[in-house]
């Protein structure tokens, strides 16, 4: 490695939702191994179970903040380290775009799920 090549300027709005997103993330995560591994044991969860749990809007509600979270948070910390290990010019500005793609595609993929399995949608 030459050296750092910091692609987030200290202050910018892409650090600040980074520190933001990893916070939610935390919480979330918590929340989702405490309820998915110690209340109910990985046996008892099933594709019902999920089924009832995503029927609560609470519930739904944080899966979703947990869902835009999650593919920010990766998707954005993909693209600055790839920036800090060097890509550059119309690379980047590709990389960019198929990133965002590929987020926006998996976010409306899980919110069709999250949807579908609270019932609101068939």
């Known amino acids: 490695m030459t050296g750092s090549r910091p692609t987030f300027r200290h ?3 892409a650090w600040f939702l980074q520190r933001v ?3 939610v993330l935390l919480f979330t995560l918590a929340f989702h191994f ?3 591994h110690f209340v109910n044991h990985a046996a008892e969860v099933t594709l019902w179970g999920s089924a009832l749990r995503m ?3 609470s519930y739904l509600l944080l899966m979703v903040v947990f869902l835009l979270t999650a593919a920010f948070h990766g998707i954005n910390g993909i693209y ?3 920036v800090n290990e060097g890509l ?4 980047r500005r590709v990389t960019a775009w198929v990133l965002a793609i590929a987020g926006t595609i998996l976010v409306v993929q899980g919110l069709r ?3 579908a399995l609270a019932g609101v949608v068939n």
């Open 21 to 23: 997103t990893a916070v």
């Open 34 to 36: 405490l309820w998915l």
């Open 88 to 91: 550059s010019g119309r690379a």
């Open 55 to 57: 029927d609560r809007l």
């Open 113 to 115: 799920v999250s949807v």
């Open 11 to 13: 202050g910018s709005l």
């Open 80 to 82: 600055n380290a790839l």
